[in-house]
């Protein structure tokens, strides 16, 4: 049983591109979602994605954008990119019901952004 | 603003003792709080969830405990072994999220075990 699978494993981007991150979840997880990770810092929410809508939305502009498919996997996308975008990105996906249901985090792609 | 702290030091402690991480958290009230693991480079590791009604949760070495009232947790692990040298992780889920179940994460506290 596969876990949570993310691509790229790492990017380099320059200022002002834009970037697209891809995520599916563990097997039978219907909800996906997103963290950024500065260096040294915790995890930050994003976004969540279930049944394909934008569920709930962390403090993060309008250039973070994201998507859920049918089968349940999900991109990210960063738009304008910034030098403090870079970061490890985080992809975590957990069946929506229960809400305590455990999350099960990818291993995160690695965004820098020169 | 609400706020998690976990100390930023690392802690250091010998193999077989027990390592104990503290997280504590202002202006928040929490349905539960979670407790990952999190090696270099890679995501984190789920460990132990606690709900606002319980006060300690076990699971083979690791025990977490859950003071509302302190607005504080704690994370023991008992006879440490160099494998557990990692970042540890506390992360708050509140109740006014319902069932999306946000996760607001401290900044974690590495622990050194050492020989």
């Known amino acids: 049983d596969a876990g949570v699978t993310q691509s790229p494993t790492h990017l380099i981007k320059t200022r002002g591109q834009q970037v697209t991150l891809r995520c599916s979840p563990k097997s039978g997880h219907d909800t996906v979602s997103w963290y950024q990770q500065a260096l040294g810092q915790g995890p930050q929410f994003i976004f969540q994605y279930y049944e394909e809508e934008e569920r709930q939305r962390g403090n993060f502009p309008d250039r973070f954008s994201g998507h859920q498919f049918p089968n349940y996997s999900s991109e990210l996308n960063v738009n304008a990119l910034l030098l403090g975008d870079s970061a490890l990105y985080l992809c975590?996906?957990?069946?929506?019901?229960?809400?305590?249901?455990?999350?099960?985090f990818g291993p995160g792609t690695r965004l820098t952004v020169l | 603003s609400q706020k998690i702290e976990q100390n930023s030091e690392a802690l250091n402690i010998q193999e077989g003792k027990t390592a104990t991480l503290t997280c504590n958290y202002t202006n928040y009230s929490p349905a539960y709080l979670q407790w990952y693991r999190q090696d270099p480079g890679r995501g984190p590791v789920f460990l132990l969830l606690i709900r606002e009604n319980e006060k300690e949760k076990r699971k083979e070495r690791l025990k977490v405990t859950f003071d509302t009232t302190l607005k504080q947790s704690l994370f023991h692990i008992t006879a440490s072994q160099p494998a557990d040298s990692a970042t540890y992780l506390c992360?708050?889920?509140?109740?006014?999220?319902?069932?999306?179940?946000?996760?607001?994460f401290g900044t974690g506290t590495r622990l050194q075990v050492t020989l």
């Open positions: 975590a996906s957990r069946y929506f019901v229960p809400s305590t249901d455990t999350q099960y």
């Open positions: 992360a708050l889920t509140g109740w006014e999220t319902g069932t999306a179940s946000k996760l607001t």
